[in-house]
Protein backbone atom coordinates (compact mmCIF):
# COMPACT_ATOMS: atom_id res chain seq x y z
CA UNK A 1 0.00 0.00 0.00
CA UNK A 2 0.50 3.34 0.13
CA UNK A 3 3.82 2.84 3.49
CA UNK A 4 5.86 0.29 0.90
CA UNK A 5 8.64 2.57 0.16
CA UNK A 6 9.21 3.30 3.70
CA UNK A 7 12.28 1.83 5.24
CA UNK A 8 11.04 -0.66 8.30
CA UNK A 9 14.11 -0.17 10.19
CA UNK A 10 14.08 3.77 10.25
CA UNK A 11 10.65 3.30 11.24
CA UNK A 12 11.20 1.52 14.04
CA UNK A 13 14.14 3.25 15.01
CA UNK A 14 11.02 5.85 15.69
CA UNK A 15 9.04 6.49 19.04
CA UNK A 16 5.57 4.82 18.22
CA UNK A 17 2.83 6.98 17.52
CA UNK A 18 3.58 10.66 17.66
CA UNK A 19 7.23 10.00 16.23
CA UNK A 20 6.06 8.42 13.09
CA UNK A 21 7.58 9.68 9.93
CA UNK A 22 3.52 10.37 8.69
CA UNK A 23 2.48 11.86 12.03
CA UNK A 24 1.45 15.48 11.59
CA UNK A 25 -0.21 16.91 14.44
CA UNK A 26 -2.56 14.16 14.42
CA UNK A 27 -5.72 14.66 17.20
CA UNK A 28 -6.21 10.94 17.48
CA UNK A 29 -5.55 7.37 16.70
CA UNK A 30 -7.56 5.20 17.85
CA UNK A 31 -6.07 1.11 17.88
CA UNK A 32 -9.08 -0.99 17.70
CA UNK A 33 -8.96 -4.86 18.68
CA UNK A 34 -10.83 -7.34 19.52
CA UNK A 35 -10.02 -10.87 19.74
CA UNK A 36 -13.37 -12.60 19.31
CA UNK A 37 -13.81 -11.42 15.44
CA UNK A 38 -10.73 -10.94 15.19
CA UNK A 39 -10.78 -7.27 14.63
CA UNK A 40 -7.74 -5.43 14.32
CA UNK A 41 -8.13 -1.79 13.27
CA UNK A 42 -7.01 1.92 13.83
CA UNK A 43 -8.99 4.98 13.15
CA UNK A 44 -6.87 8.40 12.93
CA UNK A 45 -8.70 11.18 13.29
CA UNK A 46 -6.02 14.11 11.57
CA UNK A 47 -7.69 17.42 11.64
CA UNK A 48 -11.07 18.85 13.13
CA UNK A 49 -11.11 22.06 12.29
CA UNK A 50 -13.65 22.04 9.85
CA UNK A 51 -15.88 19.53 11.58
CA UNK A 52 -16.09 15.93 12.58
CA UNK A 53 -13.63 14.10 10.37
CA UNK A 54 -15.07 11.90 7.52
CA UNK A 55 -13.18 9.52 5.73
CA UNK A 56 -12.96 5.51 4.37
CA UNK A 57 -12.41 2.40 6.04
CA UNK A 58 -9.83 0.31 4.33
CA UNK A 59 -9.21 -3.41 4.63
CA UNK A 60 -5.77 -4.55 3.69
CA UNK A 61 -3.79 -7.05 4.24
CA UNK A 62 -0.35 -5.00 5.59
CA UNK A 63 3.01 -6.14 5.80
CA UNK A 64 3.37 -5.10 9.25
CA UNK A 65 1.49 -3.08 11.78
CA UNK A 66 4.18 -0.40 11.35
CA UNK A 67 2.22 0.14 7.76
CA UNK A 68 -0.94 -0.12 8.81
CA UNK A 69 -0.33 2.95 11.14
CA UNK A 70 1.72 4.67 8.53
CA UNK A 71 -1.06 4.29 5.80
CA UNK A 72 -3.58 5.34 8.64
CA UNK A 73 -1.87 8.31 9.40
CA UNK A 74 -0.91 9.33 5.34
CA UNK A 75 -4.39 9.14 4.76
CA UNK A 76 -5.97 10.64 7.02
CA UNK A 77 -4.24 13.76 6.63
CA UNK A 78 -4.83 13.74 2.69
CA UNK A 79 -8.72 13.83 4.00
CA UNK A 80 -8.73 16.91 6.13
CA UNK A 81 -6.60 18.54 2.76
CA UNK A 82 -9.40 17.28 0.29
CA UNK A 83 -12.16 18.27 1.83
CA UNK A 84 -11.32 21.81 2.69
CA UNK A 85 -10.18 21.90 -1.24
CA UNK A 86 -12.98 20.95 -2.08
CA UNK A 87 -14.79 23.58 0.50
CA UNK A 88 -16.60 20.91 2.48
CA UNK A 89 -18.11 21.75 6.34
CA UNK A 90 -15.61 18.91 7.62
CA UNK A 91 -12.35 17.19 8.84
CA UNK A 92 -9.91 14.59 7.82
CA UNK A 93 -10.24 11.03 9.10
CA UNK A 94 -9.52 7.94 8.13
CA UNK A 95 -9.39 4.17 9.18
CA UNK A 96 -7.70 0.71 8.09
CA UNK A 97 -8.39 -2.53 9.22
CA UNK A 98 -5.07 -5.05 8.94
CA UNK A 99 -6.52 -8.05 7.09
CA UNK A 100 -7.33 -9.75 4.05
CA UNK A 101 -10.72 -8.38 3.02
CA UNK A 102 -11.15 -11.46 0.59
CA UNK A 103 -10.67 -13.95 3.01
CA UNK A 104 -10.99 -12.12 6.71
CA UNK A 105 -13.57 -10.17 6.19
CA UNK A 106 -17.26 -11.23 8.03
CA UNK A 107 -20.09 -9.67 9.11
CA UNK A 108 -19.15 -9.55 12.65
CA UNK A 109 -16.33 -8.23 12.17
CA UNK A 110 -17.41 -5.29 10.29
CA UNK A 111 -20.15 -4.88 13.42
CA UNK A 112 -17.24 -4.81 15.64
CA UNK A 113 -15.54 -2.06 13.47
CA UNK A 114 -18.92 0.11 13.63
CA UNK A 115 -18.97 -0.28 17.52
CA UNK A 116 -15.83 1.17 18.03
CA UNK A 117 -16.57 4.38 15.49
CA UNK A 118 -19.52 4.58 17.64
CA UNK A 119 -17.92 4.55 20.53
CA UNK A 120 -16.31 7.79 18.98
CA UNK A 121 -19.65 9.89 19.55
CA UNK A 122 -19.43 11.15 15.61
CA UNK A 123 -16.09 12.73 15.84
CA UNK A 124 -14.94 10.21 13.21
CA UNK A 125 -17.64 9.06 10.54
CA UNK A 126 -16.72 6.49 8.36
CA UNK A 127 -17.27 5.43 4.80
CA UNK A 128 -16.19 2.78 2.18
CA UNK A 129 -12.53 2.26 0.87
CA UNK A 130 -10.41 -0.07 -1.12
CA UNK A 131 -11.59 -3.62 -0.03
CA UNK A 132 -14.80 -2.18 1.49
CA UNK A 133 -18.03 -2.76 -0.35
CA UNK A 134 -21.45 -0.62 -0.02
CA UNK A 135 -22.58 -3.63 2.07
CA UNK A 136 -19.99 -3.35 4.25
CA UNK A 137 -21.14 -0.09 5.05
CA UNK A 138 -24.97 -0.88 5.83
CA UNK A 139 -23.45 -3.39 8.51
CA UNK A 140 -21.66 -0.77 10.31
CA UNK A 141 -25.05 1.30 9.86
CA UNK A 142 -26.79 -1.39 11.73
CA UNK A 143 -24.32 -0.18 15.06
CA UNK A 144 -23.88 3.71 14.61
CA UNK A 145 -24.84 6.49 12.48
CA UNK A 146 -21.55 7.81 11.88
CA UNK A 147 -21.34 5.93 8.69
CA UNK A 148 -22.02 6.94 5.09
CA UNK A 149 -21.92 5.49 1.45
CA UNK A 150 -24.64 2.75 2.38
CA UNK A 151 -27.23 1.64 0.22
CA UNK A 152 -29.90 3.70 -1.59
CA UNK A 153 -32.18 1.30 0.09
CA UNK A 154 -31.42 2.67 3.52
CA UNK A 155 -31.13 5.87 2.45
CA UNK A 156 -27.48 6.27 1.72
CA UNK A 157 -26.16 7.18 -1.15
CA UNK A 158 -24.50 4.04 -2.17
CA UNK A 159 -21.21 3.57 -3.75
CA UNK A 160 -18.87 6.58 -3.80
CA UNK A 161 -17.23 5.57 -7.46
CA UNK A 162 -18.68 6.65 -10.21
CA UNK A 163 -18.62 10.22 -9.30
CA UNK A 164 -14.83 9.70 -7.82
CA UNK A 165 -13.77 9.14 -11.47
CA UNK A 166 -15.52 11.98 -12.81
CA UNK A 167 -13.54 14.01 -10.54
CA UNK A 168 -10.53 12.21 -11.57
CA UNK A 169 -11.77 13.09 -15.31
CA UNK A 170 -12.05 16.41 -14.96
CA UNK A 171 -9.08 16.77 -13.13
CA UNK A 172 -6.89 15.09 -16.26
CA UNK A 173 -8.71 17.35 -18.55
CA UNK A 174 -7.57 20.62 -17.17
CA UNK A 175 -4.02 19.04 -16.88
CA UNK A 176 -4.09 18.01 -19.93
CA UNK A 177 -5.28 21.74 -20.85
CA UNK A 178 -2.32 22.90 -18.90
CA UNK A 179 0.11 20.73 -20.21
CA UNK A 180 -0.96 20.06 -24.33
CA UNK A 181 -3.02 23.76 -24.58
CA UNK A 182 -6.34 21.34 -24.90
CA UNK A 183 -8.53 19.68 -22.72
CA UNK A 184 -9.41 16.79 -25.56
CA UNK A 185 -8.16 13.23 -24.76
CA UNK A 186 -9.37 11.79 -27.97
CA UNK A 187 -5.68 10.37 -29.36
CA UNK A 188 -4.28 10.35 -26.21
CA UNK A 189 -2.03 7.46 -24.80
CA UNK A 190 -3.39 7.13 -21.32
CA UNK A 191 -2.68 4.42 -18.88
CA UNK A 192 -4.88 3.54 -16.40
CA UNK A 193 -3.38 1.36 -13.39
CA UNK A 194 -6.25 -0.51 -11.64
CA UNK A 195 -9.04 -1.23 -12.97
CA UNK A 196 -11.31 -1.90 -9.94
CA UNK A 197 -14.48 0.79 -8.64
CA UNK A 198 -12.85 3.97 -9.67
CA UNK A 199 -10.34 2.95 -12.50
CA UNK A 200 -13.15 0.98 -14.68
CA UNK A 201 -14.90 4.22 -14.46
CA UNK A 202 -12.43 6.50 -15.50
CA UNK A 203 -11.88 3.77 -18.65
CA UNK A 204 -15.85 4.15 -19.16
CA UNK A 205 -15.49 8.25 -19.66
CA UNK A 206 -11.76 7.72 -21.66
CA UNK A 207 -13.24 5.64 -24.39
CA UNK A 208 -16.16 7.64 -24.46
CA UNK A 209 -13.60 10.66 -25.40
CA UNK A 210 -11.55 8.22 -28.10
CA UNK A 211 -8.56 8.30 -26.01
CA UNK A 212 -5.99 5.49 -26.53
CA UNK A 213 -6.49 3.46 -23.41
CA UNK A 214 -4.48 1.13 -21.87
CA UNK A 215 -5.14 -1.20 -18.44
CA UNK A 216 -2.82 -2.45 -16.14
CA UNK A 217 -4.20 -4.65 -12.76
CA UNK A 218 -2.91 -7.64 -10.97
CA UNK A 219 -6.26 -8.99 -11.59
CA UNK A 220 -6.30 -11.00 -14.74
CA UNK A 221 -10.11 -12.11 -15.25
CA UNK A 222 -11.01 -8.32 -14.35
CA UNK A 223 -8.41 -6.72 -17.07
CA UNK A 224 -10.25 -9.24 -19.97
CA UNK A 225 -13.72 -8.39 -19.12
CA UNK A 226 -12.49 -4.38 -18.59
CA UNK A 227 -10.69 -4.89 -22.25
CA UNK A 228 -13.65 -6.39 -23.69
CA UNK A 229 -16.15 -4.13 -22.50
CA UNK A 230 -13.88 -0.59 -23.56
CA UNK A 231 -11.87 -1.55 -26.31
CA UNK A 232 -8.46 -1.25 -24.17
CA UNK A 233 -5.15 -2.14 -24.47
CA UNK A 234 -4.07 -4.67 -21.61
CA UNK A 235 -0.31 -3.46 -20.96
CA UNK A 236 1.90 -6.30 -21.65
CA UNK A 237 5.43 -5.05 -21.04
CA UNK A 238 7.16 -5.96 -18.38
CA UNK A 239 7.65 -2.51 -16.43
CA UNK A 240 4.87 -0.17 -16.66
CA UNK A 241 7.21 2.84 -16.28
CA UNK A 242 8.48 1.82 -19.39
CA UNK A 243 5.08 2.29 -21.33
CA UNK A 244 5.06 4.90 -24.34
CA UNK A 245 2.29 6.95 -22.94
CA UNK A 246 1.13 10.88 -22.82
CA UNK A 247 -1.00 10.45 -19.54
CA UNK A 248 -0.48 8.19 -16.49
CA UNK A 249 -3.27 7.46 -14.44
CA UNK A 250 -2.51 5.52 -10.94
CA UNK A 251 -6.17 3.98 -9.65
CA UNK A 252 -4.61 1.35 -7.54
CA UNK A 253 -2.38 1.99 -4.44
CA UNK A 254 -0.44 5.16 -3.60
CA UNK A 255 3.49 5.80 -3.62
CA UNK A 256 3.81 4.57 -7.18
CA UNK A 257 6.07 7.92 -8.02
CA UNK A 258 8.92 6.87 -5.99
CA UNK A 259 12.87 7.12 -6.40
CA UNK A 260 12.51 4.31 -8.57
CA UNK A 261 9.66 5.52 -10.97
CA UNK A 262 10.21 9.34 -10.68
CA UNK A 263 12.62 9.59 -13.73
CA UNK A 264 11.15 6.87 -16.21
CA UNK A 265 7.49 8.04 -16.30
CA UNK A 266 7.20 8.71 -19.71
CA UNK A 267 3.93 10.27 -19.23
CA UNK A 268 3.54 14.27 -19.54
CA UNK A 269 0.50 14.20 -17.41
CA UNK A 270 0.25 12.25 -14.24
CA UNK A 271 -3.67 12.57 -12.98
CA UNK A 272 -5.26 9.49 -11.19
CA UNK A 273 -7.52 8.62 -8.32
CA UNK A 274 -4.99 6.80 -5.84
CA UNK A 275 -4.33 8.28 -2.47
CA UNK A 276 -0.47 9.36 -2.10
CA UNK A 277 0.46 8.69 -5.32
CA UNK A 278 4.01 10.60 -4.36
CA UNK A 279 5.69 8.42 -1.97
CA UNK A 280 7.25 11.96 -0.47
CA UNK A 281 5.35 14.75 -1.54
CA UNK A 282 8.46 17.23 -1.78
CA UNK A 283 10.77 15.02 -3.31
CA UNK A 284 8.92 13.59 -5.82
CA UNK A 285 6.79 16.51 -6.47
CA UNK A 286 9.87 18.97 -7.54
CA UNK A 287 11.30 16.60 -9.71
CA UNK A 288 7.91 16.01 -11.74
CA UNK A 289 7.85 19.58 -11.90
CA UNK A 290 11.92 19.63 -12.82
CA UNK A 291 10.55 17.26 -15.98
CA UNK A 292 7.83 19.45 -17.12
CA UNK A 293 5.59 16.58 -15.98
CA UNK A 294 2.00 18.21 -14.83
CA UNK A 295 0.54 16.28 -11.51
CA UNK A 296 -2.97 17.22 -10.63
CA UNK A 297 -2.79 16.47 -6.63
CA UNK A 298 -4.52 13.61 -5.97
CA UNK A 299 -6.14 14.66 -2.91
CA UNK A 300 -7.83 17.87 -5.07
CA UNK A 301 -9.22 15.80 -8.34
CA UNK A 302 -10.08 12.79 -6.50
CA UNK A 303 -12.36 14.45 -4.15
CA UNK A 304 -15.43 13.22 -6.19
CA UNK A 305 -16.64 10.19 -3.60
CA UNK A 306 -16.31 12.43 -0.56
CA UNK A 307 -17.83 15.28 -2.37
CA UNK A 308 -20.79 12.42 -2.83
CA UNK A 309 -20.90 10.89 0.94
CA UNK A 310 -20.72 14.52 2.55
CA UNK A 311 -23.59 14.98 0.84
CA UNK A 312 -25.35 12.48 2.95
CA UNK A 313 -24.54 14.45 5.96
CA UNK A 314 -25.97 17.44 4.97
CA UNK A 315 -28.35 17.34 2.18
CA UNK A 316 -28.67 14.93 -0.57
CA UNK A 317 -28.49 16.72 -4.18
CA UNK A 318 -27.43 14.74 -7.15
CA UNK A 319 -26.93 18.30 -9.62
CA UNK A 320 -25.38 20.15 -6.99
CA UNK A 321 -23.04 16.72 -6.26
CA UNK A 322 -22.14 16.64 -9.75
CA UNK A 323 -21.68 20.56 -10.22
CA UNK A 324 -19.49 20.45 -7.48
CA UNK A 325 -17.53 17.56 -8.47
CA UNK A 326 -16.82 19.32 -12.09
CA UNK A 327 -15.30 22.18 -10.98
CA UNK A 328 -12.92 19.96 -10.05
CA UNK A 329 -11.81 21.23 -13.47
CA UNK A 330 -11.60 24.78 -12.88
CA UNK A 331 -9.38 24.24 -9.94
CA UNK A 332 -7.24 22.19 -10.81
CA UNK A 333 -6.75 24.78 -13.38
CA UNK A 334 -5.98 27.51 -10.79
CA UNK A 335 -4.04 24.91 -8.36
CA UNK A 336 -1.73 25.25 -11.50
CA UNK A 337 -1.62 28.38 -12.40
CA UNK A 338 -0.90 29.61 -8.76
CA UNK A 339 1.93 26.67 -8.67
CA UNK A 340 3.21 28.14 -12.06
CA UNK A 341 3.35 32.00 -10.46
CA UNK A 342 4.68 30.61 -7.52
CA UNK A 343 7.53 28.14 -8.90
CA UNK A 344 5.94 26.10 -6.21
CA UNK A 345 4.75 22.54 -7.04
CA UNK A 346 1.24 21.69 -7.78
CA UNK A 347 1.23 19.78 -4.57
CA UNK A 348 2.46 22.31 -2.50
CA UNK A 349 0.10 25.20 -4.17
CA UNK A 350 -3.20 22.68 -3.15
CA UNK A 351 -1.97 22.06 -0.19
CA UNK A 352 -1.36 25.69 0.93
CA UNK A 353 -4.44 26.73 -0.29
CA UNK A 354 -6.45 24.23 1.74
CA UNK A 355 -4.05 24.96 4.55
CA UNK A 356 -5.07 28.93 4.19
CA UNK A 357 -8.94 27.42 4.69
CA UNK A 358 -8.38 25.05 7.39
CA UNK A 359 -6.37 28.48 9.32
CA UNK A 360 -9.09 31.07 8.31
CA UNK A 361 -11.68 28.57 9.99
CA UNK A 362 -9.53 28.31 13.16
CA UNK A 363 -9.17 32.34 13.27
CA UNK A 364 -13.34 32.00 13.15
CA UNK A 365 -13.71 29.21 15.39
CA UNK A 366 -12.01 31.27 18.47
CA UNK A 367 -13.34 33.90 17.35
CA UNK A 368 -16.94 32.80 18.05
CA UNK A 369 -15.67 30.78 21.54
CA UNK A 370 -14.35 34.21 23.04
P1 LIG B 1 -10.62 -1.01 -5.81
O1 LIG B 1 -10.15 -1.90 -4.71
O2 LIG B 1 -12.02 -1.17 -6.31
O3 LIG B 1 -9.67 -1.14 -7.08
C1 LIG B 1 -8.30 -1.19 -6.99
C2 LIG B 1 -7.81 -1.99 -8.20
O4 LIG B 1 -6.38 -1.92 -8.23
C3 LIG B 1 -8.20 -3.46 -8.14
O5 LIG B 1 -8.73 -3.86 -9.40
C4 LIG B 1 -6.87 -4.17 -7.85
O6 LIG B 1 -6.79 -5.46 -8.42
C5 LIG B 1 -5.88 -3.22 -8.51
N1 LIG B 1 -4.54 -3.31 -7.98
C6 LIG B 1 -4.11 -3.50 -6.72
N2 LIG B 1 -2.77 -3.53 -6.67
C7 LIG B 1 -2.34 -3.31 -7.94
C8 LIG B 1 -1.06 -3.21 -8.54
N3 LIG B 1 0.05 -3.36 -7.83
N4 LIG B 1 -1.00 -2.99 -9.86
C9 LIG B 1 -2.11 -2.86 -10.61
N5 LIG B 1 -3.35 -2.95 -10.09
C10 LIG B 1 -3.46 -3.18 -8.78
O7 LIG B 1 -10.36 0.47 -5.29
P2 LIG B 1 -11.05 1.80 -5.81
O8 LIG B 1 -12.21 2.11 -4.95
O9 LIG B 1 -11.20 1.75 -7.29
O10 LIG B 1 -9.92 2.87 -5.44
C11 LIG B 1 -8.72 2.98 -6.21
C12 LIG B 1 -7.82 4.02 -5.56
O11 LIG B 1 -8.48 5.28 -5.52
C13 LIG B 1 -7.43 3.72 -4.11
O12 LIG B 1 -6.12 4.17 -3.89
C14 LIG B 1 -8.41 4.54 -3.30
O13 LIG B 1 -7.91 4.89 -2.03
C15 LIG B 1 -8.54 5.76 -4.19
N6 LIG B 1 -9.79 6.48 -4.00
C16 LIG B 1 -10.98 5.85 -4.18
C17 LIG B 1 -12.17 6.54 -4.00
C18 LIG B 1 -13.50 5.88 -4.22
O14 LIG B 1 -14.52 6.60 -4.30
N7 LIG B 1 -13.57 4.58 -4.34
C19 LIG B 1 -12.14 7.90 -3.63
C20 LIG B 1 -10.90 8.53 -3.48
C21 LIG B 1 -9.74 7.80 -3.65
Not at 89 to 98: E, R, T
Not at 247 to 264: E, F, H, K, L, S
Request: proline fraction near 2%; charge should be negative; charged fraction near 25%.
Amino acid sequence: MDATFVNEKELKKMDPVFGQLSFNDHEQIVFCNDKDTGLKAIIGIHNSVMGPALGGTRMFNYNSEWDALNDVLRLSRGMTYKSAITGLNIGGGKAVIIGDAKTQKTPELMKKFGEFVHSLSGRYITAEDVGMETSDMDLVRDVTPYVTGISESRGGSGNPSPVTAYGVYMGMKAAAKSQFGSDSLAGKKILVQGIGHVGEALVDYLAKEDALVTIADINKQKLEEVSAKYSAQIYTGADLFDADIDIYAPCAMGATINDDTVYRINAKVIAGAANNQLADENVHGAILQERGITYAPDFLINAGGIINVYAELVHYDKAEIIRRTENIYNTTLEIIDYATKKGITTHQAALETAQNRINLRKLENSRLKS
